[in-house]
């Protein structure tokens, strides 16, 4: 016999459970073999997450608790290799991606914790490693959106897509034969190993960081007010006419702001959090909105190119190529119409309280 | 996701019938379907085999407990239900608690907008602030109406309300309960029907196959599907995915092999 659990019925479900086992006194079943094939390769269901979930203390020296941080970023990082290599889903790639990002935010947004000789060095390296794996994720993206994209168009015109597809499909097997072939190179080895041992490394060489013995939670709060007075004051000076990239700027200001709050949330009441981080994601989400259509609308430009305009058979796909890149920068001018709303709420004086309140401290991190 | 109202100040027209076979036809589509039992009489819940029953259903109602946490899961795949609970007679108190009383249900609905592609409204008769919230969160509203003078002025009743709190909810009615031997049904059927409104083609019969849900407890369009009430259904479930749009499941996850 076998139990399915139904929504909101989860008490009635163990009391039946417990039935069957104590009064009736029945073995348990087997492990279903999904569940069996997992722990032949020493997993279990819902062992992996990309959430960034760890708990620092705030007395923690901030060299403790940076590293910390770098190993579990490390940890996720080697964790989708495997899964990138083999091409199993875009996922894989895509949270190897956010791990490098994390990483090199950490690194630069935390300064003068590590060595500034380390800091360097891995933020270069980390550097290589987001410019190899661009590309293909890229891809992922289109070929991810291409239903959406279809979907969009007139019913008659979606099928002029097909050729569209090909073409992105193509492209993206060659570039991840390449990133395949980049994954398994002596560099990255390297980078890897040479990262494990200054995490692991008893002491390190050079110029110990000024910051390296403070507490964490001075440190943390001190860099999340200055990034946050720095995108508040790049968001106030936005208006309709502000340029692409000064939006692109914000939003990596943002995200940066967003990185380091998650980074050191467990030091922070979690339910202050919880507001603030919500206004931050809406408006990252619209700056994102705002970036993703433009660049898309772009590279779609360019894909049209790739396709001879003195070739009938072509000149359907590039028309739909058209219709879309249409759709895609009306889009685009509706989500820079929302940002202002999307701001505002960043900026309303409840959020602003909240930051001033949990991250503002008499006297900044100088020993 | 979309939200659906299933609506009409007059009862017994056969609302919680339509919200329950609706809901039950996108299911089975693979749509992710909701229904939100708001009529302290529970009859969708009883359809549904489900207990009236909502724990702490007043700190819901003021935002201090997740809705997701008393979602129920039903017989069916895909179709969850909200249950009524005997204290959603005062609902129009508990609401008029809040900050902006008349878009609390959308507050509280929204978390729920990535769980679920289609939300159900099944709406208590009358018109109060518990309306006044549906008409603000619904995308539409659905407006089952037997073919008789008196239903045709709740009608116009509630256009009136609807242009004078400015509320642009796009709504559609259909004729329900139609027995075709009636000359009077007949009659209201030709008549040309108010221009702020929408009146969708499909005519649901009066037929015994829907008093029989009481007994069955099961939509008509899963025991009976092949029935003149379960083929309406299904002809209105087609109308209404023509009309509101965007009521298609995603092909959400390929697998590579």
Sequence with gaps: MRLLPVRGYEVELRELASFFGREMEWPAAPPCLFEEALAAVGREPGDYSSKLDLSLRGEQMALDAMRKIFRHLLDTLERNIEGTR??????????????????????????????????????????????????????????????????????????????????????QAREQASLKRKLASAEMRALLADWHAVLDAESLPGEPGWFADLPIERVASQRIWQMYKKVRKAGRAVTEESPPEAMHELRKDCKKLRYLIEFFRSLYPAKELKGLVKALKALLDNLGQFQDLEVQADKLREFAADFSPDDPERLPTVMAIGALVADLLRHQQAAHARFAACFAAFDAPGNRARYTRLFKHEGKARK | MKILGVYNIKGGVGKTATAVNIAHRA????????????????????????????????KILKGKRDLDQVVKGSDYEGLDLLPSDFSYRNMDLLLGENKRPAVQLLRLLRPLSKRYDLILLDCPPSISLVSENIFRAADALLLPTIPTTLSLRTMEQLLDFMEGHGLMTPVYAFYSMVDRRKRLHQDVIATPGDPRCTILDTLVPYATEVERMGLERRPVTDYAPRSAAGRAYDALWEEIRARVGGLRPLSRISLPF
């Excluded at chain 1, 991606?97 to 300064?111: M, Y």
């Excluded at chain 1, 992922?140 to 499909?169: I, K, N, W």
């Excluded at chain 2, 089975?28 to 724990?55: H, M, N, S």
């Design chain 1, 86 to 171: 083999a091409d199993l889903d875009s996922e894989f790639l895509h949270d190897l991606r956010v791990a490098t990002r994390r990483t090199r935010s950490a690194l630069t947004q935390v300064k003068r914790v590590l060595p500034d000789a380390i800091v360097e060095e891995y933020k270069q390296r980390f550097a290589w490693l987001g410019q190899i794996t661009g590309p293909t994720r890229d891809l992922d993206v289109f070929l991810l959106e291409l239903p959406h994209y279809r979907a969009s168009l007139p019913d008659a015109m979606a099928p002029d897509l097909d050729a569209l597809e090909s073409h992105l499909r193509k492209a």
């Design chain 2, 27 to 58: 299911s089975t589509e693979g749509l992710r379907t909701l229904i939100w039992d708001l009529d302290p009489q529970a009859a969708a819940t009883f359809y549904l085999r489900v207990k009236p029953k909502v724990k702490g259903s007043q």
